[in-house]
């Protein structure tokens, strides 16, 4: 897949759809928890010029209120570097993400300084399983930049993502 065209397509799906579904959470959803957890590798530039590969551990998850809010948790993790947060749904911060129901899916698209991910997670019709999708992006010609887990600003290149894997719970994961 051109990942140009890709995210393209991802920019687009969050610029028209987002609005479109907000509020447009399916009641099934409500009250639990979505874990997607994947992969993500390729080369990374450092500012230095340095290059070297990496493997990063990704987890995302979502909290689906009983009043159809999501709050998020990211965890990034490379060796003994780790870096995340927390968001609600009225954090302003960048880089957070955009995450919306559209019909059975759930589409998130996470920007980059360069480059963006989208993370779509679609469920089975009682919401009890779920599947998980992520491309990584960047506009034609360009570069993806993003923040590695130790923080720093790193230029990458054959970025691609694994594994991902995504599961469903009852409940608020972050309440204990």
């Given at each position: 897949m051109n990942f140009s065209y890709a995210i393209a397509g991802?920019?687009?799906?969050?610029?028209?759809?987002?609005?479109a579904f907000a509020g447009g959470v399916p009641a099934a959803a409500?009250?639990?928890?979505?874990?997607?957890?994947?992969?993500?590798?390729?080369?990374?530039?450092?500012?230095?010029?340095?290059?070297?590969?990496f493997s990063t551990q990704v987890s995302r998850?979502?909290?689906?209120?009983?009043?159809?809010?999501?709050?998020?948790?990211?965890?990034?993790?490379?060796?003994?570097?780790?870096?995340?947060?927390?968001?609600?749904?009225?954090?302003?911060r960048a880089g957070k993400g955009n995450f919306s129901f559209q019909g059975d899916r759930l589409v998130g698209v996470i920007p980059y300084d360069a480059g963006a991910r989208q993370i779509t997670v679609t469920f089975d019709p009682g919401f009890s399983s779920c599947?998980?999708?992520?491309?990584?992006?960047?506009?034609?010609?360009?570069?993806?930049?993003?923040?590695?887990?130790?923080?720093?600003?790193?230029?990458?290149?054959g970025a691609s993502t694994s594994s991902p894997s995504c599961s469903i719970q009852s409940g608020n994961a972050f309440a204990s």
């Open positions: 991802v920019f687009l799906l969050a610029s028209v759809s987002a609005p409500m009250n639990k928890t979505i874990t997607v957890s994947f992969a993500a590798t390729g080369n990374a530039k450092s500012a230095d010029g340095h290059v070297k590969g998850i979502i909290y689906v209120s009983s009043a159809g809010r999501l709050f998020m948790r990211h965890r990034a993790t490379q060796g003994a570097n780790s870096r995340g947060g927390d968001f609600d749904p009225n954090d302003a599947t998980a999708t992520v491309i990584e992006g960047h506009s034609g010609g360009g570069t993806i930049r993003r923040k590695g887990p130790n923080g720093m600003m790193y230029e990458i290149s």
